[in-house]
Each structure stands twice: as structure tokens, then as C-alpha cells.
């Protein structure tokens, strides 16, 4: 098969396994996030984690089998600043609780029938574009502009091997080892969730990997993402008579295909939509900043939270930290109506 077919054929099968995940596992980031934080548990972040490690344990394989080198990903072959980053995951994740989920889990809404996913949807890919070329986007490369790097010496793989000596798949198989570890505690169905959930972030890098190779270069190495691709989707169903399909714009809709198809096997498929104005309000905003923010950071909680995460970028923990940031901030503000009151209980000063 040709290169211009099974990339997105892989990418459209893989996003009906996420968005199976995402319905029947109930694979949700800000929903691990926010269990987090108000005191409902961390088996949510376990599965999250467990993805992570199953994804790194692919990673390696993939690496010892000559199928892929983490150095020539997108995520370490063109790094943003690290203040880029951080900026955007705190966007991101203010966004997300905005609106109540990520760009991932606007998919998994609009596969269920809820149109407010569609709203979600259309904002972040038309922010996602601005912010990446257009307006903000001159404005971001002008600011804080990717700089050349050394890809061997931006991943934390690479950097703790300079250190040590230790190759850097080792380093990474013990890192994987540690998360599956931590996953122990699992029911059967959160690990089959995180289990399918890695795989099929691993087979994003085999497969692209493949199609960078067929192309001499022309794409580059990545899994996947649900910021940029979701406006490319859009760009691909208003030109697709002079447009390649590629792996991002089947995988996002391979996820509403598999979304729906969860959601049919609940019995929860549902045409919905905001209740009033103010929530649309609410909606949009966030999807804005999640647009915005995803592509300063050039990722969102599955593109740097568990491909980069997958591949020991250096981006990845500052995103992730940052997100969680964001997210506690909107959340805070949303639930108890004050940042100031719960960040005064978290340092103790009250």
C-alpha cells in the first residue's frame, strides 16, 4: 500500500481506538485532573500514566528495532522555547476547564452527539491557525522564536545518557518501568484502556516514521495531536480535491467515529447542546485559549502529554505542569468561585 494511504489509514484506526477509550474507558485528562484535586482519587492519572509507559515501552522497542529515533520526532527536531511552552500550558489548561474538556474530548463529545464538541471543535482550529500563521501566529515567532537546536541534547532521555553513560532506551525502559509499576493498582478495564491508549500512540511514531522515510523527509516523525490537526481538518474538508489526507486529520476523525461508536454501545449516544448563552460563552473562550495555547506549547494533554511524554521530550513535564496549573486555576474559579482562597489553603496560610 501506498504511503499516501496507510498513514492515514493507520491514523484513522488508531483515532477509533482512542475514541473508544475515551467513551467506554472514560479516558479523560481533565477529569483525572480535577479527581485530582478535589479529593476523588488519582486512578484516573494511574491509567493516564499507565498510557505513558506503555507508550515508552513502544518507543523503545520500536528504537531497538531500527523503526524509529525519538531525535528525529517533532517534538525534539523542533523544539519552541521553553517560555512558549510554559505559556501555553497554562492556557491550555485554563481553557480545558473552561470548557470541560481538551481538544481530544470535544471529539469524544460530538461522537456522543453533543454539539457543543462542534463549537469546541471549530474554535480551536480556527485559534489553532491564527496562532500558528496567521495574525498571533507572526506575533509568537516574532516574540519568542524557535531557535536550532541539537536534537540529541533536547530530550531528558539524552541529556541523563550524556550524564550517565547509559544508552538512552535504557533510560527509558526504566522510566516505563516505574509508570507501569505505579499502574499496578488498576481494575482490568482502566488497564486495558491505558494499554490501548499507549499502543496506539507507539504505532503514530512506527508509522509516520515509515512515511517520513518514503518521502525522504518531507514530514516529519510525530503521533498524535489534537490542536493544529483539528483546523487541518477542516482545511482538508473544504479542499480536499487538491489536498493529501494525512495521519492527523484521519486520526481526528477516526476519534468521532470511534467516539460515536462507544457511545452507541452505552446507550449514550445524545443530541445535545448548551444549556444557555452564558455557557457558550464559556465555551468559546476556552476553546480559544485551549487553540491558542496548544499551539504555543505546540501540543495538548495527548500531543506533549503522552507523544512527547512518550519520547522523554524536555517539553513535555513543563507542559504538563503548566496545564495543571491552568486547570487548577480554572477550576478553583469555576467550583468555589476564588483562586485566591484555595491558594492560601494549598500554602497554608489560613
Known amino acids: ?56 515501552f513502544g518507543v523503545v522497542t520500536l528504537t531497538l528495532a531500527n523503526m524509529f529515533d525519538p531525535a528525529e520526532s517533532f517534538y525534539l527536531a523542533r523544539p519552541v522555547p521553553l517560555i512558549s511552552t510554559v ?49 498571533i501566529g507572526v506575533l509568537r515567532i516574532t516574540i519568542l522564536p524557535e531557535q536550532a537546536t541539537d536534537a540529541k541534547r533536547s530530550g531528558m532521555a539524552h541529556l541523563v545518557s550524556n550524564a550517565s553513560g547509559l544508552p538512552a532506551w535504557a533510560i527509558m525502559l526504566m522510566v516505563a518501568g516505574v509508570l507501569l509499576f505505579l499502574a499496578r493498582p488498576l481494575a482490568w478495564r482502566d488497564r486495558v484502556c491505558g494499554l490501548a491508549v499507549g499502543l496506539v500512540v507507539a504505532v503514530g511514531w512506527a508509522v509516520t516514521t515509515w512515511q517520513s522515510e518514503q518521502d525522504f523527509g ?25 489536498t493529501a489526507l494525512t495521519f492527523g486529520v484521519a486520526g481526528v476523525a477516526g ?72 486547570a487548577w486555576i480554572g477550576l478553583q474559579w469555576l467550583v468555589r468561585g476564588s483562586v485566591i482562597g484555595p491558594l492560601r489553603e494549598v500554602l497554608h496560610l489560613e
Open 87 to 135: 505559556l501555553g500550558g497554562v492556557l491550555f489548561g485554563l481553557g480545558m476547564a473552561l470548557v470541560g474538556t481538551c481538544g481530544f474530548g470535544c471529539l469524544a463529545r460530538l461522537g456522543g452527539g453533543d454539539l457543543s464538541g462542534l463549537v469546541v471543535f471549530l474554535v480551536i482550529g480556527i485559534t489553532g491557525y491564527i496562532a500558528s500563521s496567521g495574525v
Open 255 to 326: 476519534t468521532v467515529l470511534g467516539a460515536m461508536l462507544g457511545a452507541l454501545k452505552l446507550d449514550e449516544f445524545r443530541w445535545e447542546a448548551c444549556d444557555d448563552a452564558r455557557t457558550l460563552k464559556r465555551q468559546i473562550i476556552g476553546a480559544s485559549f485551549m487553540g491558542t495555547g496548544g499551539v504555543f506549547a505546540m501540543g495538548c494533554t495527548v500531543g506533549q502529554g503522552i507523544s512527547a511524554a512518550s519520547i522523554m521530550a524536555s517539553s513535555a513535564p513543563f507542559f504538563l505542569l503548566a496545564m495543571f496549573i491552568g
Open 1 to 56: 500500500m501506498s504511503v499516501e494511504w496507510l498513514s492515514p489509514l493507520v491514523g484513522f484506526g488508531g483515532g477509533i481506538v482512542l475514541g473508544l477509550a475515551a467513551r467506554l474507558g472514560r479516558f479523560c485528562t481533565l477529569g483525572a485532573i480535577e479527581d485530582a484535586v478535589f479529593g476523588a482519587g488519582v486512578r484516573r492519572l494511574r491509567v493516564w500514566g499507565l498510557a505513558i509507559g506503555v507508550a515508552m
Open 218 to 242: 518531507e514530514t516529519v516523525a510525530r503521533s498524535y495531536s489534537f490542536v493544529r490537526p483539528l483546523g487541518d481538518t477542516m482545511i482538508y474538508a473544504m479542499t480536499s480535491s487538491g
